[in-house]
């Protein structure tokens, strides 16, 4: 161990009043950076939302709730109802964690506790990998081998084989484009999410969790459901979340498969629509000022969604995390 | 080998540079400033209309810049005054007309195009004949099957499966759609209570795809299916097309000759004064084929700014003579001659004084 020399205390105390001297202005700078940063975000957010519904007020002003309540999208007659389109969007989106939640989570489980490290990374960058894709691609994949592959395979197998005809949700023709399709879609679309941010909530769960599970007497499965999985919920909920918001959102993708016909029925098998698909198609071509604002109303009422969304999954998190403090 | 790419590379930039300045340099000592053009709307003459501007930016030197974002598009930034042409599929209402800020609009029609009526039904590859009314019914769900009588009346000695027709329609407004429903409503007088024309309409059944290339993949791919696309699309793409029994008759196949035969048929018609805001659909005339249509560049009649104005003049009886010969090549009709000279004359009423 080396000595400090003599006069060490007083440069330093020199040294430091010195250094907030000099950076004293930098601090400033950098201080005022970094906020403009945080403000002008949310700014946008704001403005973003201001915008959108102030395009949209004229249509809110002349067709009231019935945008929200009606179900007939009739542009030539002037009838802007897009119940269909607010239906598609939550199902498609249901159907799309139904199928991606189990199978993300399974990976995410898979990789944190049973996975050799060897294995890890690869299967990991794979999944991640999928977020990557251009959504233009999925639906062209959507088109050329999704759906062929519904159609003749899937969905005869769930109608008839499985009998789920019997009940409304698989009832009718089997054209392919579909509610059923796009659900699909989203679903792998939304799963890089969901495994993504469940993994690294699991890895983050303390060994010492996991060690004191297993001198209890857990099985490996016991230790994982009953310590490991309730430490992580608030997190595996806040990555569905997200997974959701991807796809409540997706547009192109889900515009190319799922059949674009406004009306509401039971079956996934029928075509549908969404909010952001209905936007997509309508606007470029949208000349009529009514048919402007009644589809900026539709984004408007998508834009609440997402927020009402958000705000269910603060809620669930803080919920969660609470119930654990107790 | 390398290094000879990278000369020949360096070459042709210095070509290219050299060109780019002398034509700049003609421009300039032509008119006085190089004044580009803008414009924006349809994407259906898309493939032209840029054929064109790099033709004649080569030819003259003037650069048109055009932002193919749909004919609504167009219209709206036409009306609002930051393009100096728009351009649509489907003509302007009275109403959008009354709403452009610089003034009264003319329509000049340049090239046609037509829908054709696509499907992909098994063992039947040669030309199903079709009728108004028939074509009606099947895209409103009343004719259901394809061995429905009335389908099988019309293609004696075709044998049609007992199988449920699957309608695809366009999803996104569009001006193929507007061509359509716009010759069903004039053909068929339930149509037109029933459903009605636009660029977009309520369909009373069938699937929506996206875009030319989306009803397309989705009757490629569905055995029963039926739909409408382009017919430059589907020249392209060798789909299986019906021919449509026409005012006249006669079964046509759409072609770019039949399609030029309707606009003549309707041109002989027009009155002089015409704001060639018309409808050729079920136009007369043996060859007619009867989905078909006009696409119009949208100008103002008065031109605020005298430089800008003469150029866009220029370009369009540019297009209007040199370019219609090279609409062919692109599978777009061209416009019969006697209309192009008749609308050629329309252009000199343009005001060009530039007087705010």
Not at chain 1, 223 to 241: F, L
Not at chain 1, 292 to 319: D, E, K, Q
Not at chain 2, 109 to 129: E, F, W
Request: with cysteine; aromatic share 8%.
């Amino acid at each position: 161990m080396t000595s400090l020399p003599v006069n060490w205390l007083e440069k330093e105390k020199d040294r430091r009043t010195l250094r907030v001297d000099a950076s004293s202005f930098s601090d400033k700078v950098y201080e005022g950076v970094t906020a403009a940063c945080a403000l002008v975000v949310p700014g946008l957010v704001i403005a973003i939302a201001v915008a959108v519904f102030a395009a949209a007020w004229p249509a809110f002003a002349k067709l009231g709730l019935s945008i929200v309540t009606t179900s007939d999208w009739d542009v030539a007659g002037g009838h802007f109802g897009a119940a269909p389109a607010i239906f598609g969007t939550m199902v498609s989106s249901a159907v799309a964690l139904i199928i991606a939640t189990p199978l993300a989570i399974g990976v995410a489980i898979f990789l944190s506790e049973f996975s050799p490290s060897w294995l890890r990374q690869p299967v990991g960058f794979l999944v991640d990998l999928l977020a990557a894709i251009p959504s233009v691609v999925y639906g062209l994949w959507g088109i050329f081998v999704l759906i062929p592959l519904l159609r003749e395979h899937v969905m005869p197998f769930l109608r008839d084989t499985l009998h789920l005809g019997a009940t409304p949700f698989f009832r009718g023709p089997a054209y392919g484009p579909s509610m059923l399709a796009a659900g699909v879609i989203l679903a792998i679309m939304a799963l890089p999410y969901i495994s993504s941010v469940s993994r690294e909530v699991l890895m983050a769960v303390p060994r010492s969790q996991r060690e004191a599970a297993l001198a209890l007497g857990a099985t490996r499965w016991e230790m994982i459901r009953d310590a490991v999985i309730p430490y992580a919920r608030s997190g595996i909920i806040g990555g569905i979340m997200l997974g959701l918001g991807r796809a409540l959102g997706e547009t192109m993708a889900v515009t190319m498969v799922i059949g674009n016909r406004p009306e509401i029925s039971a079956s996934l098998l029928a075509p549908g629509y969404t909010m952001a698909s209905l936007i997509a198609n309508e606007f470029s071509e949208a000349t009529n000022d009514l048919h402007l604002s009644a589809l900026m109303a539709v984004g408007a009422i998508l834009f609440v969604i997402t927020l009402i969304v958000n705000a269910v999954a603060r809620w669930l998190v803080w919920s969660v995390s609470r119930r654990r403090a107790q | 080998m390398k290094l000879a790419a990278l000369m020949l590379l360096a070459v042709a930039c210095a070509k290219e540079g050299a060109n780019n300045s002398a034509t700049a340099s003609s421009t300039t000592s032509s008119s006085g400033g190089s004044v580009d053009l803008t414009g924006a709307g349809a994407t259906f003459p898309y493939p032209i209309y840029s054929k064109w501007f790099s033709d004649y930016a080569t030819a003259t030197g003037v650069k048109i810049n055009y932002q193919s974002i749909g004919s609504g598009g167009g219209i709206r930034q036409l009306s609002e005054g930051t393009v100096d042409f728009g351009a649509s599929d489907s003509p302007m209402s009275d109403d959008e007309m009354s709403k452009a800020k610089g003034g009264p609009i003319l329509h000049i029609p340049t090239v046609l195009g037509a829908d054709v009526i696509t499907y992909n039904l098994p063992g039947v590859t040669a030309g199903l004949k079709l009728t108004s009314a028939v074509i009606a019914d099947i895209f409103m769900g009343r004719v259901k099957k394809w061995n429905d009588t009335r389908i099988a009346t019309l293609n004696a000695g075709v044998s049609l499966p007992n199988q449920d027709i699957l309608v695809v329609h366009r999803s996104d407004g569009s001006g193929t759609t507007y061509i359509f429903t716009d010759y069903l409503s004039t053909a068929v007088p339930a149509w037109k209570t029933k459903v009605g024309k636009g660029k977009e309409v309520k369909w009373p059944v069938g699937l929506g795809a996206k875009g030319n290339e989306g009803v397309a993949g989705q009757v490629k791919q569905t055995p029963g299916s039926i739909g409408y696309v382009e017919l430059a699309y589907a020249t392209q793409n060798n789909l299986p097309i019906a021919a449509i029994r026409n005012k006249s008759g006669q079964f046509v196949a759409a072609s770019v000759p039949a399609v030029t035969a309707a606009a003549a048929g309707a041109a002989k018609a027009l009155p002089a004064n015409t704001d060639y805001r018309i409808s050729i659909v079920d136009a007369p005339g043996a060859d007619s084929y009867p989905i078909s249509s006009f696409t119009w560049i949208l100008v103002y009649q008065h031109q605020t700014d005298a430089v800008k104005g003469k150029k866009l003049v220029d370009f369009l009886n540019w297009a209007l003579t040199e370019g219609e010969k090279s609409a062919v090549t692109l599978d777009y009709a061209p416009l019969p001659a006697e209309m192009a000279t008749t609308v050629k004359a329309r252009l000199g009423t343009i005001d060009l004084s530039g007087a705010k």
